[in-house]
Nanobody, 120 residues
Framework: QVRLVESGGGLVQPGGSLRLSCAAS????????MAWYRQAPGKRRAWVAR???????TYADSLKGRFTISRDNTKNTVDLQMNSLEPEDTAVYYC??????????????WGQGTQVTVSS
């Protein structure tokens, strides 16, 4: 079992930045990648970015250039730096531990989510 705890959400003005962090603990050896997802009000949960154990990174096309995912394997953390935030980025952001890959991944576990609100 992998336990994930997110932090760093909050209220930010349009154009601002936030950095989310996810700390993983437990049976991390089974995890092949970490990812961020988000769920806006009234919408389905959507994938944001993924980083594999070897450091390979992919982003949702619509977020390229504004969001940056990174990881610290020594601390078992994965971060999401979000810049130039827009009201449309308002959502609950979830960290996920993944298994499998490199083509198909399955969700091992979810974090509890952290609220990001972009508003003036």
């Amino acid at each position: 079992q992998v336990r994930l705890v997110e932090s760093g959400g909050g209220l930010v003005q349009p154009g601002g930045s936030l950095r989310l962090s996810c700390a993983a603990s437990g049976t991390i050896s089974s995890v092949t990648a970490m990812a961020w997802y988000r769920q806006a009000p009234g919408k389905r949960r959507a994938w944001v970015a993924r980083i594999t154990s070897s450091g390979s990174i992919t982003y949702a096309d619509s977020l390229k250039g504004r969001f940056t995912i990174s990881r610290d394997n020594t601390k078992n953390t994965v971060d999401l730096q979000m810049n130039s935030l827009e009201p449309e980025d308002t959502a609950v952001y979830y960290c996920a531990a993944l298994r499998g890959g490199p083509v198909i991944y399955t969700i091992n576990s979810w974090g509890q989510g952290t609220q990001v609100t972009v508003s003036s």
